[in-house]
């Protein structure tokens, strides 16, 4: 496994951006799939993008595509979430996360940060 750790939530207004970032531990950091889930208040945890290792395939959720960008910097053992185009319907606790596969499922990422609260306000 690897350790996570994510920064970058706060507080920021509709329309605004903000950027994710996720420090990974290890050194096998570029044989990862990462991903960034979130969850709202009341809700269950839901996938919001991932990225293959090479950082040559990528995935969003339809409610983020053209507004989120993930990209990695494997000699930084880093991972980044650029959200632009912020909306209220955003906001959550996001949760950077590892696994081997390229996959949505949130029970097959075995690594797990502790989480970072992205609060948008209308």
């Known amino acids: 496994q690897v350790q996570l750790v994510e920064s970058g939530g706060g507080l920021v207004q509709a329309g605004g951006s903000l950027r994710l970032s996720c420090a990974a531990s290890g050194r096998t950091f570029s044989s990862y799939v990462m991903a960034w889930f979130r969850q709202p208040p009341g809700k269950e945890c839901e996938f919001v993008a991932h990225?293959?290792?090479?950082?040559?395939?990528?995935g969003y959720t339809a409610s983020v595509k053209g507004r989120f960008t993930i990209s990695r910097d494997n000699a930084k053992n880093t991972v980044l979430l650029q959200m632009n185009s912020l909306k209220p319907e955003d906001t959550a606790v996001y949760y950077c996360?590892?696994?081997?596969?390229?996959?949505?499922?949130?029970?097959?990422?075995?690594?797990w940060g502790q989480g970072t609260q992205v609060t948008v306000s209308s």
């Open positions: 996360a590892a696994g081997a596969a390229f996959t949505t499922i949130e029970r097959q990422y075995d690594s």
């Open positions: 990225i293959g290792g090479s950082g040559g395939t990528r």
